[in-house]
Nanobody
Framework: QVQLVESGGGLVQAGGSLRLSCIAS????????MAWYRQAPGKQRELLAT???????LYSDSVKGRFTISRENGKNTVYLQMITLKPEDTAVYYC?????????WGQGTQVTVSS
């Protein structure tokens, strides 16, 4: 019933930009804090950015200044705008929704940044 579906990933050259989207269903979206994570092969899943119900944002040092998280509650959608992408940004990017003890994940979308 609960579904988070990411989209917008793909292949991009270093220095390029992508915007990821995550559409949620089966939850009261406006009640949830949202976040973006990524996981590269052989590495732990990394928290990139969070946005609260009220729109307060936080970023990890690795993406601060390059990535922007935002949300449109009317569309049940959270976005991650990524600019000046680097090869080390290559990973599967995951959407996360959290409310109290409830935590949900999307299936992930692949981002590949070529040199």
């Amino acid at each position: 019933q609960v579904q988070l579906v990411e989209s917008g990933g793909g292949l991009v050259q270093a220095g390029g930009s992508l915007r990821l989207s995550c559409i949620a269903s089966g939850i009261v979206f406006s009640s949830y804090n949202m976040a973006w994570y990524r996981q590269a092969p052989g590495k732990q899943r990394e928290l990139l950015a969070t946005i609260t119900r009220g729109g307060i944002t936080l970023y990890s040092d690795s993406v601060k200044g390059r990535f922007t998280i935002s949300r449109e509650n009317g569309k049940n959608t959270v976005y991650l705008q990524m600019i000046t992408l680097k090869p080390e940004d290559t990973a599967v990017y995951y959407c996360n929704a959290e409310y109290w003890s409830q935590k949900y994940w999307g299936q992930g979308t692949q981002v590949t940044v070529s040199s």
